[in-house]
């Protein structure tokens, strides 16, 4: 068999377009949404990640008041400015991107941070909320994940899913959402901890692999048929390439193309769903305001 290959460049083009559709109808009720993106120093990915997120803003049609600060910014001043963005009804969503200088304390400036504008979805609040299953701003990547998987038509209902990976940005919030009602998975999590990975992952249905490791699920660790989101963006050195580096997953991608039904590349698998998330979080907090 030779696997599907899930394009997440096309369904995060889908996603932006619709949230574009919402954009222009709360505009004519006089509402523009907007995102403030900061940045503090010059970490080159965390500037290609707000480069992108930029880029989505203007796509969409929503205001963007991202703010790139130098690297000696202090905790203080940067809290200072997320308590006045707080305070600016004109401003939907709050996105302070990671990771932080070593000098600012990136749980303190996540707790800052008002839950109704956290659209990252890293708050206490939003998290609790969403594990309790009340309304939430959700984590990008793992809603973006789920959506993956409904918008390819892939039966989650059921199915054993094994996540790899046990952060709070993806493998936690995941495994809560495989195991909601409206997906309704049965979930194993793991981790560094867990011996013999390939004893859990032969049994699963869907395979998420978010262990930041590259190789970390082989060919002979997934069963006939299997369905593997990769998560993974890992750097490998490639002197054909003019960067001098490639980005690989977390799996070997090409041997897995004859076991899976469904897989992710990297790149253009999961990682355009995050930006894409983003803009739909943000919209939906604009959308509260006429609740």
Do not use: W
């Not at 703010?67 to 600016?88: G, R």
């Not at 919030?173 to 990975?197: F, M, Q, Y």
């Not at 580096?245 to 590349?265: M, W």
């Not at 769903?273 to 919209?283: C, E, K, P, R, V």
């Amino acid at each position: 068999m030779s696997a599907t290959i899930i394009d997440g460049k096309a369904i995060a083009a889908q996603v932006r377009g619709e949230v574009k559709d919402k954009v222009s109808a709360l505009k004519e009720k006089g509402i523009t949404p907007c995102l403030a993106v900061i940045l503090v120093g010059e970490n080159p990915a965390s500037v290609s990640y707000v480069t992108g997120k930029q880029k989505a803003l203007a796509e969409v049609g929503m205001a963007d008041r991202s703010m790139h600060l130098p690297e000696s910014t202090s905790e203080e001043e940067l809290l200072k400015i997320i308590d006045d963005l707080n305070k600016d009804d004109t401003v939907h969503g709050i996105l302070v991107q990671l990771p932080l200088p070593k000098h600012i304390n990136e749980e303190k400036v996540i707790m800052a941070i008002d839950p109704a504008k956290d659209v990252d979805g890293f708050h206490p609040v939003n998290v609790g909320n969403m594990v309790i299953g009340k309304k939430a701003f959700l984590p990008c990547t793992p809603h973006g994940i789920i959506v993956l998987l409904e918008k390819m038509g892939i039966e989650t209902s059921g199915k054993h899913a094994v996540v790899i990976g046990r952060s709070n940005i993806v493998g936690k919030p995941v495994s809560l959402l495989l195991a909601r009602k409206e997906t309704n998975c049965t979930v194993t999590i793991c981790h560094t901890g867990t011996k013999d990975i390939a004893s859990f992952t032969r049994q699963a249905d869907i395979i998420i692999a978010a262990s930041g490791h590259p190789h970390t699920v082989t060919k002979d660790m997934v069963k006939e048929g299997a369905v593997v989101i990769d998560v993974g963006v890992n750097r490998i050195p490639d002197s054909s390439k003019k960067s001098g580096f490639r980005l690989i997953g977390d799996t070997d991608y090409a041997d897995l193309l004859e076991t899976a039904s469904f897989i992710t590349p990297v790149p253009g698998g999961v990682g355009p769903m995050t930006i894409a998330m983003l803009m739909f979080n943000t919209l939906e907090s604009a959308e509260n305001r006429l609740r």
